[in-house]
Protein backbone atom coordinates (compact mmCIF):
# COMPACT_ATOMS: atom_id res chain seq x y z
CA UNK A 1 0.00 0.00 0.00
CA UNK A 2 1.38 3.10 -0.98
CA UNK A 3 2.41 4.89 2.58
CA UNK A 4 1.16 8.17 1.04
CA UNK A 5 -2.08 7.42 2.38
CA UNK A 6 -0.97 7.27 6.21
CA UNK A 7 0.72 10.16 6.37
CA UNK A 8 -1.53 13.55 7.60
CA UNK A 9 -2.74 15.46 5.01
CA UNK A 10 -1.44 19.52 5.52
CA UNK A 11 -2.91 22.12 3.62
CA UNK A 12 -0.81 25.54 3.34
CA UNK A 13 -3.28 28.70 2.07
CA UNK A 14 -3.77 32.46 3.40
CA UNK A 15 -7.31 32.42 4.21
CA UNK A 16 -9.08 29.88 6.13
CA UNK A 17 -12.69 29.71 7.48
CA UNK A 18 -15.41 26.87 8.37
CA UNK A 19 -18.41 26.38 9.50
CA UNK A 20 -19.18 24.59 12.63
CA UNK A 21 -22.65 23.15 11.89
CA UNK A 22 -21.79 21.98 8.14
CA UNK A 23 -18.25 20.63 9.71
CA UNK A 24 -16.91 22.28 6.63
CA UNK A 25 -14.15 24.58 6.00
CA UNK A 26 -12.81 26.36 3.20
CA UNK A 27 -9.40 27.68 1.99
CA UNK A 28 -8.45 30.66 -0.02
CA UNK A 29 -5.24 32.22 -1.55
CA UNK A 30 -2.37 29.47 -2.68
CA UNK A 31 -3.45 26.58 -1.46
CA UNK A 32 -1.30 23.72 -1.11
CA UNK A 33 -2.17 20.12 0.01
CA UNK A 34 0.20 17.67 0.65
CA UNK A 35 0.27 14.10 1.65
CA UNK A 36 3.31 11.84 1.24
CA UNK A 37 4.24 12.44 -1.96
CA UNK A 38 0.38 13.58 -3.23
CA UNK A 39 0.14 17.22 -3.80
CA UNK A 40 -2.41 19.18 -4.94
CA UNK A 41 -2.01 22.80 -5.46
CA UNK A 42 -5.48 25.10 -6.13
CA UNK A 43 -6.99 28.55 -5.81
CA UNK A 44 -9.65 27.15 -3.25
CA UNK A 45 -10.28 23.52 -1.35
CA UNK A 46 -13.22 23.18 0.70
CA UNK A 47 -13.22 19.90 2.79
CA UNK A 48 -16.38 18.31 3.79
CA UNK A 49 -15.61 16.57 7.54
CA UNK A 50 -19.57 15.68 8.02
CA UNK A 51 -18.99 11.81 8.29
CA UNK A 52 -16.36 11.88 10.60
CA UNK A 53 -12.89 11.12 11.16
CA UNK A 54 -10.79 9.77 7.72
CA UNK A 55 -13.84 10.18 5.56
CA UNK A 56 -12.84 13.34 4.39
CA UNK A 57 -13.60 14.90 1.02
CA UNK A 58 -11.54 17.28 -0.25
CA UNK A 59 -12.86 19.40 -3.18
CA UNK A 60 -9.77 21.68 -4.82
CA UNK A 61 -10.96 24.19 -7.61
CA UNK A 62 -8.76 26.03 -9.84
CA UNK A 63 -7.72 27.81 -13.37
CA UNK A 64 -6.74 24.18 -13.36
CA UNK A 65 -5.59 22.78 -9.96
CA UNK A 66 -3.19 20.37 -10.59
CA UNK A 67 -2.27 16.70 -8.62
CA UNK A 68 1.02 14.90 -8.53
CA UNK A 69 1.68 11.70 -6.66
CA UNK A 70 4.63 8.95 -7.11
CA UNK A 71 3.58 5.47 -8.17
CA UNK A 72 5.18 2.84 -6.71
CA UNK A 73 7.36 1.99 -9.38
CA UNK A 74 8.95 5.49 -8.95
CA UNK A 75 7.51 7.45 -11.32
CA UNK A 76 5.89 10.85 -10.90
CA UNK A 77 2.10 10.68 -12.03
CA UNK A 78 0.35 14.29 -13.05
CA UNK A 79 -3.14 15.17 -13.48
CA UNK A 80 -4.63 18.80 -14.13
CA UNK A 81 -8.40 19.80 -13.79
CA UNK A 82 -10.47 22.82 -12.97
CA UNK A 83 -11.94 20.40 -10.24
CA UNK A 84 -10.01 18.06 -8.58
CA UNK A 85 -12.21 16.00 -5.56
CA UNK A 86 -9.91 13.37 -3.53
CA UNK A 87 -12.28 11.16 -1.22
CA UNK A 88 -9.82 10.42 1.43
CA UNK A 89 -11.53 6.67 2.39
CA UNK A 90 -11.42 5.74 -0.96
CA UNK A 91 -8.83 7.16 -1.77
CA UNK A 92 -10.35 7.89 -5.20
CA UNK A 93 -9.53 11.06 -7.48
CA UNK A 94 -11.93 12.54 -9.43
CA UNK A 95 -11.47 15.08 -12.25
CA UNK A 96 -13.80 17.32 -13.64
CA UNK A 97 -13.93 20.56 -16.14
CA UNK A 98 -10.68 19.69 -18.76
CA UNK A 99 -9.58 16.76 -16.99
CA UNK A 100 -6.26 15.43 -18.02
CA UNK A 101 -3.58 12.72 -16.33
CA UNK A 102 -0.79 12.06 -17.34
CA UNK A 103 0.62 8.27 -16.27
CA UNK A 104 4.29 6.44 -17.33
CA UNK A 105 3.59 7.24 -21.33
CA UNK A 106 0.02 7.88 -21.75
CA UNK A 107 -2.16 10.96 -20.95
CA UNK A 108 -5.49 10.72 -20.76
CA UNK A 109 -8.47 13.77 -21.34
CA UNK A 110 -11.87 14.12 -20.78
CA UNK A 111 -14.62 16.04 -19.52
CA UNK A 112 -13.84 13.76 -16.35
CA UNK A 113 -11.73 11.26 -15.08
CA UNK A 114 -12.03 8.77 -11.85
CA UNK A 115 -8.74 7.16 -10.70
CA UNK A 116 -8.11 4.87 -8.28
CA UNK A 117 -4.64 6.35 -6.07
CA UNK A 118 -4.17 3.28 -4.47
CA UNK A 119 -4.69 1.15 -6.79
CA UNK A 120 -3.07 3.47 -9.60
CA UNK A 121 -5.98 2.59 -11.84
CA UNK A 122 -8.21 4.55 -14.38
CA UNK A 123 -11.94 4.10 -13.24
CA UNK A 124 -13.92 6.14 -15.32
CA UNK A 125 -13.94 8.86 -17.58
CA UNK A 126 -16.66 10.66 -19.30
CA UNK A 127 -16.44 13.24 -22.74
CA UNK A 128 -18.93 16.25 -22.86
CA UNK A 129 -19.49 15.75 -26.63
CA UNK A 130 -22.02 13.16 -25.99
CA UNK A 131 -20.79 10.23 -28.22
CA UNK A 132 -19.01 8.43 -25.46
CA UNK A 133 -15.51 8.68 -27.27
CA UNK A 134 -12.93 9.02 -24.96
CA UNK A 135 -9.37 10.63 -26.22
CA UNK A 136 -6.74 8.56 -24.76
CA UNK A 137 -3.08 9.16 -26.18
CA UNK A 138 -0.63 5.97 -25.70
CA UNK A 139 2.62 7.50 -26.34
CA UNK A 140 5.01 4.15 -27.39
CA UNK A 141 8.07 3.66 -26.08
CA UNK A 142 9.46 5.37 -29.01
CA UNK A 143 8.01 8.48 -29.57
CA UNK A 144 8.93 8.87 -25.50
CA UNK A 145 12.45 8.19 -26.54
CA UNK A 146 12.15 10.67 -29.10
CA UNK A 147 10.30 12.94 -26.99
CA UNK A 148 13.78 12.55 -24.97
CA UNK A 149 16.35 12.94 -27.10
CA UNK A 150 14.43 16.06 -28.27
CA UNK A 151 14.62 17.22 -25.07
CA UNK A 152 18.21 16.49 -24.05
CA UNK A 153 19.28 18.42 -27.49
CA UNK A 154 17.67 21.32 -26.70
CA UNK A 155 19.30 20.99 -23.35
CA UNK A 156 23.25 20.97 -25.15
CA UNK A 157 22.57 24.23 -27.13
CA UNK B 1 40.14 75.80 49.14
CA UNK B 2 37.37 78.85 49.59
CA UNK B 3 36.11 78.51 46.53
CA UNK B 4 35.50 74.78 46.68
CA UNK B 5 33.18 75.20 49.60
CA UNK B 6 31.27 77.96 47.37
CA UNK B 7 30.97 75.65 44.28
CA UNK B 8 29.84 72.30 46.37
CA UNK B 9 27.56 74.67 48.57
CA UNK B 10 26.25 75.94 45.92
CA UNK B 11 25.27 72.60 44.07
CA UNK B 12 23.67 71.09 46.67
CA UNK B 13 21.12 73.89 47.30
CA UNK B 14 20.45 73.37 43.16
CA UNK B 15 20.15 69.50 44.17
CA UNK B 16 17.33 70.66 46.92
CA UNK B 17 15.96 72.66 45.11
CA UNK B 18 14.97 70.92 41.73
CA UNK B 19 14.30 67.65 43.63
CA UNK B 20 11.70 69.09 45.92
CA UNK B 21 9.85 71.37 44.00
CA UNK B 22 7.92 72.05 47.06
CA UNK B 23 7.66 75.56 46.37
CA UNK B 24 6.02 75.17 42.94
CA UNK B 25 3.74 72.37 44.33
CA UNK B 26 0.35 74.92 44.37
CA UNK B 27 -2.07 72.07 44.35
CA UNK B 28 -3.80 71.36 47.79
CA UNK B 29 -3.44 67.67 49.17
CA UNK B 30 -6.60 65.95 48.74
CA UNK B 31 -5.95 65.76 44.56
CA UNK B 32 -3.73 63.00 45.17
CA UNK B 33 -5.79 61.27 47.62
CA UNK B 34 -8.88 60.97 44.88
CA UNK B 35 -6.38 59.72 42.29
CA UNK B 36 -5.73 56.95 44.60
CA UNK B 37 -9.14 56.16 45.21
CA UNK B 38 -9.40 55.39 41.57
CA UNK B 39 -6.85 52.55 42.07
CA UNK B 40 -8.33 51.02 44.94
CA UNK B 41 -11.13 47.87 44.05
CA UNK B 42 -14.37 48.59 45.11
CA UNK B 43 -14.66 45.24 46.81
CA UNK B 44 -12.36 42.14 46.02
CA UNK B 45 -13.43 38.22 46.47
CA UNK B 46 -11.54 35.39 46.57
CA UNK B 47 -12.47 31.80 45.70
CA UNK B 48 -15.83 33.59 43.97
CA UNK B 49 -18.69 32.16 41.78
CA UNK B 50 -21.09 34.33 40.04
CA UNK B 51 -23.70 33.34 37.71
CA UNK B 52 -25.30 35.48 35.11
CA UNK B 53 -28.88 35.17 33.38
CA UNK B 54 -30.45 36.94 30.25
CA UNK B 55 -33.53 38.63 30.17
CA UNK B 56 -35.46 35.14 29.89
CA UNK B 57 -33.63 33.61 32.57
CA UNK B 58 -31.77 31.66 31.09
CA UNK B 59 -28.04 31.20 32.16
CA UNK B 60 -25.90 33.34 29.71
CA UNK B 61 -22.20 32.77 31.39
CA UNK B 62 -20.92 31.87 34.87
CA UNK B 63 -17.61 32.82 36.58
CA UNK B 64 -15.24 31.18 39.22
CA UNK B 65 -12.09 32.86 40.08
CA UNK B 66 -9.66 32.33 42.56
CA UNK B 67 -9.71 35.97 42.91
CA UNK B 68 -11.77 39.23 42.14
CA UNK B 69 -11.23 42.92 41.85
CA UNK B 70 -14.11 45.08 41.07
CA UNK B 71 -13.40 48.69 40.13
CA UNK B 72 -16.17 50.90 39.82
CA UNK B 73 -14.93 54.24 38.45
CA UNK B 74 -12.65 52.39 35.98
CA UNK B 75 -15.56 50.08 34.82
CA UNK B 76 -14.22 46.69 35.25
CA UNK B 77 -13.75 43.46 37.17
CA UNK B 78 -10.34 41.73 37.44
CA UNK B 79 -10.05 38.14 37.48
CA UNK B 80 -6.38 35.95 38.46
CA UNK B 81 -7.06 32.24 37.09
CA UNK B 82 -10.84 32.92 35.62
CA UNK B 83 -12.79 29.83 34.71
CA UNK B 84 -15.89 31.42 32.35
CA UNK B 85 -18.33 28.71 31.31
CA UNK B 86 -20.42 30.16 28.38
CA UNK B 87 -24.23 28.74 27.47
CA UNK B 88 -25.22 29.19 24.10
CA UNK B 89 -27.97 27.57 23.32
CA UNK B 90 -30.63 25.76 26.03
CA UNK B 91 -29.96 22.38 24.90
CA UNK B 92 -26.15 23.04 24.27
CA UNK B 93 -23.30 21.78 26.08
CA UNK B 94 -21.45 25.06 27.42
CA UNK B 95 -18.15 26.21 26.49
CA UNK B 96 -15.40 26.32 29.02
CA UNK B 97 -12.74 29.30 28.97
CA UNK B 98 -9.84 29.39 31.15
CA UNK B 99 -7.01 32.16 31.77
CA UNK B 100 -4.15 33.04 33.90
CA UNK B 101 -6.07 36.79 33.97
CA UNK B 102 -9.21 38.35 32.75
CA UNK B 103 -10.66 41.04 32.46
CA UNK B 104 -14.58 42.42 32.14
CA UNK B 105 -15.86 45.40 31.19
CA UNK B 106 -19.55 46.83 31.84
CA UNK B 107 -20.07 45.76 28.17
CA UNK B 108 -19.87 42.26 29.06
CA UNK B 109 -16.85 42.12 27.01
CA UNK B 110 -14.12 39.55 28.58
CA UNK B 111 -10.82 40.23 27.81
CA UNK B 112 -8.53 36.79 28.57
CA UNK B 113 -4.69 36.86 28.92
CA UNK B 114 -2.02 34.27 29.19
CA UNK B 115 -2.75 30.56 28.36
CA UNK B 116 -5.98 31.49 27.52
CA UNK B 117 -8.27 27.80 26.50
CA UNK B 118 -11.27 27.38 25.48
CA UNK B 119 -12.89 24.06 25.37
CA UNK B 120 -16.14 22.70 23.91
CA UNK B 121 -18.16 20.74 26.24
CA UNK B 122 -20.09 19.05 23.59
CA UNK B 123 -18.33 15.99 22.10
CA UNK B 124 -19.51 16.16 18.66
CA UNK B 125 -18.84 19.87 18.06
CA UNK B 126 -16.57 20.74 15.20
CA UNK B 127 -14.36 23.12 17.10
CA UNK B 128 -13.00 20.88 20.42
CA UNK B 129 -10.73 23.25 21.48
CA UNK B 130 -8.95 26.75 20.91
CA UNK B 131 -5.52 27.91 22.54
CA UNK B 132 -3.86 31.81 22.33
CA UNK B 133 -2.11 33.98 24.72
CA UNK B 134 -5.27 36.69 24.25
CA UNK B 135 -9.04 36.53 23.25
CA UNK B 136 -11.77 38.98 23.83
CA UNK B 137 -15.12 37.70 24.07
CA UNK B 138 -18.51 39.47 23.68
CA UNK B 139 -20.80 37.55 25.94
CA UNK B 140 -23.67 39.10 24.63
CA UNK B 141 -22.93 38.77 21.47
CA UNK B 142 -21.32 35.54 21.71
CA UNK B 143 -18.56 35.94 19.67
CA UNK B 144 -14.83 35.94 20.19
CA UNK B 145 -11.81 37.44 18.47
CA UNK B 146 -8.10 37.90 18.73
CA UNK B 147 -5.33 39.21 16.93
CA UNK B 148 -2.80 36.62 18.28
CA UNK B 149 -0.95 32.90 16.94
CA UNK B 150 -3.75 30.74 17.70
CA UNK B 151 -4.01 26.91 17.68
CA UNK B 152 -7.58 25.35 17.05
CA UNK B 153 -8.18 21.46 17.22
CA UNK B 154 -10.91 19.43 16.81
CA UNK B 155 -11.76 15.72 16.22
CA UNK B 156 -9.49 14.77 13.23
CA UNK B 157 -7.60 18.12 12.65
CA UNK B 158 -5.52 21.15 14.25
CA UNK B 159 -5.64 24.27 12.65
CA UNK B 160 -2.66 27.04 13.15
CA UNK B 161 -2.88 30.74 12.42
CA UNK B 162 -2.21 34.54 13.24
CA UNK B 163 -5.76 35.90 14.15
CA UNK B 164 -9.30 34.74 14.47
CA UNK B 165 -12.62 34.98 14.83
CA UNK B 166 -16.26 33.15 15.74
CA UNK B 167 -19.51 33.24 16.20
CA UNK B 168 -20.47 30.61 19.11
CA UNK B 169 -23.95 31.19 17.90
CA UNK B 170 -23.64 30.26 14.47
CA UNK B 171 -20.62 28.31 15.00
CA UNK B 172 -18.55 30.18 11.82
CA UNK B 173 -15.30 30.71 12.27
CA UNK B 174 -12.57 32.80 10.47
CA UNK B 175 -9.00 32.83 10.39
CA UNK B 176 -7.06 36.24 8.16
CA UNK B 177 -3.59 34.81 8.34
CA UNK B 178 -4.12 30.73 8.09
CA UNK B 179 -0.61 28.92 8.37
CA UNK B 180 -1.47 25.54 8.63
CA UNK B 181 -3.98 22.69 8.56
CA UNK B 182 -3.23 19.26 9.36
CA UNK B 183 -5.76 16.64 8.56
CA UNK B 184 -5.40 13.54 10.15
CA UNK B 185 -2.55 12.03 12.89
CA UNK B 186 0.03 14.96 13.86
CA UNK B 187 3.03 13.28 14.29
Known amino acids: VNQDFDQPIKIKSEYQTADGIKKVSVFRENVNITQGSLEINADELEVDA???????TFIAKGTPASYEQTMKDGSRIRAAAEYIEYRVEGRILTLTGNAE????NHSVRGSSIEFNMEKEQLMAQGT????????????????VKKQKTQQDEEQQD | MKRIYISIGLLF??????NNLWWLDTQPQET???DEAFLQPNYLASNMQ???YNEQGQL??????????????????LFQQPRYRIFVAEDEAPWEVTAEQGTLYEDNRIQLETNVRIISQDKEGFIRTVTTSFIEIDLTGKTMTSDQSVTISGENYTISGNGFSADLTTKQFELLDHVQTIYGKTS
Open chain 1, 50 to 56: GKGKGQE
Open chain 1, 101 to 104: LHQN
Open chain 1, 128 to 143: DDGDGRVMTIFQTEST
Open chain 2, 13 to 18: LLILAT
Open chain 2, 32 to 34: EQQ
Open chain 2, 50 to 52: TRL
Open chain 2, 60 to 77: SHSIHANNMEHYDLLGFT
